[in-house]
């Protein structure tokens, strides 16, 4: 199994809701990361989870909150999210999380989630 | 501040003719990646780079890059139209507490058939 799964593929919500996006790799990586996309902009790194502890917080708002249950799933729970929170949210993986020195394999982007805040 | 540089942003070009994109970034690191992204979809790994000179091939695509001048290259050869998307390149840097992983702005290639 080399790919990586994103669920769900789309997802309305409003400004009060709570929801989660769920990501899952079965290719034995240690590091996961969740990126951001807007419309014609390249993706922005959120989030590195390296051998589930989280390494990486890139300043992101609280009302993001990522949850790494084992090596093999990444959450993104999302709370009070503002309409510019819209966006493709891309989950990817590696083999290796690249700190202390090691060297960081090519990451596998999953499909991505397409959120809506309304 | 890193910065991550790709030019040109856009290129039309005719099917069977060369082109290279560039990428360029401000800081030391010996890590560098190129991804492929159609649009509506995901990122898809075309090449990644550890070292100096280090140079691969796939297909009509080949990449390079050089740590000293801070560039890589993303040289297509003779396109043809499947290889319209938008590529990006980006530059890892995980050798000390700033541990960043930067895309360029991405270039947007269209093939005229």
């Known amino acids: 199994d080399t790919e990586v799964t994103q669920t769900p593929k789309h997802l309305v919500m409003g400004m009060t809701n709570k929801k989660s996006l769920k990501c899952e790799q079965h290719?034995?990586?240690?590091?996961m990361y969740w990126y951001k996309q807007k419309a014609k902009k390249p993706p922005e790194l959120m989030f590195v989870?390296?051998?589930?502890?989280?390494?990486i917080n890139e300043s992101v708002p609280s009302r993001f909150s990522p949850e790494c249950p084992n090596s093999s799933l990444l959450n993104l729970h999302l709370h009070a999210l503002q309409p510019e929170d819209s966006a493709l949210y891309l989950c990817?993986?590696?083999?290796?999380?690249?700190?202390?020195?090691?060297?960081?394999?090519?990451?596998?982007f999953g499909p991505g989630t397409r959120l809506t805040v309304l | 501040e890193l910065k991550v540089e790709q030019n040109p942003l856009f290129l039309s070009m005719q099917e069977g003719k060369n082109y290279t994109i560039y990428c360029n970034y401000s800081t030391t690191s010996d890590r560098l990646y190129w991804y492929r992204q159609d649009p509506g979809k995901s990122l898809e790994s075309l090449f990644v780079l550890l070292s100096n000179g280090a140079v691969k091939q796939e297909g009509r695509l080949m990449a390079s890059l050089d740590t000293k001048a801070r560039l890589s290259t993303l040289h297509i050869t003779a396109a043809v139209h499947d290889l319209s998307a938008t590529y990006f390149c980006a530059v890892d840097i995980s050798l000390n507490r700033d541990d960043k992983i930067i895309f360029g702005k991405g270039t947007r290639l269209h093939i005229l058939p």
């Open positions: 989870y390296s051998y589930e502890k989280l390494s």
């Open positions: 990817a993986s590696s083999q290796d999380p690249g700190a202390s020195g090691r060297v960081r394999n090519e990451q596998f």
């Open positions: 290719m034995g990586h240690r590091a």
